[in-house]
């Protein structure tokens, strides 16, 4: 399941994945993205993951990749939160190629990744 993280700045839309999460669980994420977006002209992401990738069906990753190419534009800061070195290590990976910024940060660090992607720091 995907839920919303309501506690962080307005320029930035934040969540948590946890259990299994499937196509449906993107209904909560994709108007939030899109009303971020339609506010402030970019968008900056925060994913809190409480699970594996593995725990993501097929249909979740394909409305992920939607997420991605049709706001491919409009990404300016995302972060992956998550004890795996292994996803962190992708996510800086994943920076090279694409448009905006991401960085992986470990649990220890959610807040600091908050104040990252609300650019509050460099």
Not at 66 to 78: E, F, H, P, S
Not at 92 to 102: D, L, N
């Amino acid at each position: 399941m995907i839920q919303q993280i309501d506690n962080v700045p307005d320029n930035m839309v934040a969540f948590r994945s946890s259990g299994e999460v499937t196509k449906d669980d993107f209904d909560t994420v994709f108007p939030r993205v899109e009303e971020l977006v339609d506010r402030t002209g970019k968008l900056n992401y925060l994913l809190e993951l409480d699970n594996s990738p593995a725990d993501f069906s097929a249909g979740a990753w394909l409305q992920d990749a939607l997420l991605g190419v049709k706001n491919i534009t409009k990404w300016n800061r995302a972060a992956i939160v998550t004890d795996s070195r292994q996803v962190r290590d992708f996510t800086e990976a994943f920076s090279k190629v694409m448009p905006g910024e991401f960085r992986g940060f470990p649990k220890s660090e959610f807040d600091h990744a908050v104040d990252w992607v609300s650019e509050k720091t460099i």
